[in-house]
């Protein structure tokens, strides 16, 4: 069963960026799609950023594109989620998931995840 574990929070000033990674235990054989989904004080969990371990194609929620970028490598059987031009209201704890959903739609159609990364951005 995978495990994933999330790291490269912290704390920033607007304007700044950060790098998260996602490092999965082990090679995943059944996961499709990798996403990050963050979730702030007082609000429900929101999708973010989702990219396929094959191929790489990528999907990002209106609020981060042209800011943030997901990517993966296969090989380290990791994903990043590098975030540029952050914004205090990027504040938030951020999560990886994995999903075995060709289309997964919902936070639930997510079969793993992280224990999740605080990321803090300071005006």
């Known amino acids: 069963q995978v495990q994933l574990v999330e790291s490269g929070g912290g704390l920033v000033q607007a304007g700044g960026s950060l790098r998260l990674s996602c490092a999965a235990s082990?090679?995943?054989?059944?996961?499709?799609?990798m996403g990050w989904f963050r979730q702030a004080p007082g609000k429900e969990r929101e999708f973010v950023a989702a990219?396929?371990?094959?191929?790489?194609?990528?999907y990002y929620a209106g609020s981060v594109k042209g800011r943030f970028t997901i990517s993966r490598d296969n090989a380290k059987n990791t994903v990043y989620l590098q975030m540029n031009s952050l914004k205090p209201e990027d504040t938030a704890v951020y999560y990886c998931?994995?999903?075995?959903?060709?289309?997964?739609?919902?936070?639930?159609?997510?079969?793993?995840w992280g224990q999740g990364t605080q990321v803090t951005v300071s005006s």
């Open positions: 990219i396929r371990w094959s191929g790489g194609s990528t």
């Open positions: 082990e090679r995943t054989f059944s996961s499709v799609i």
């Open positions: 998931a994995a999903s075995t959903l060709r289309l997964p739609a919902l936070a639930s159609d997510y079969n793993y």
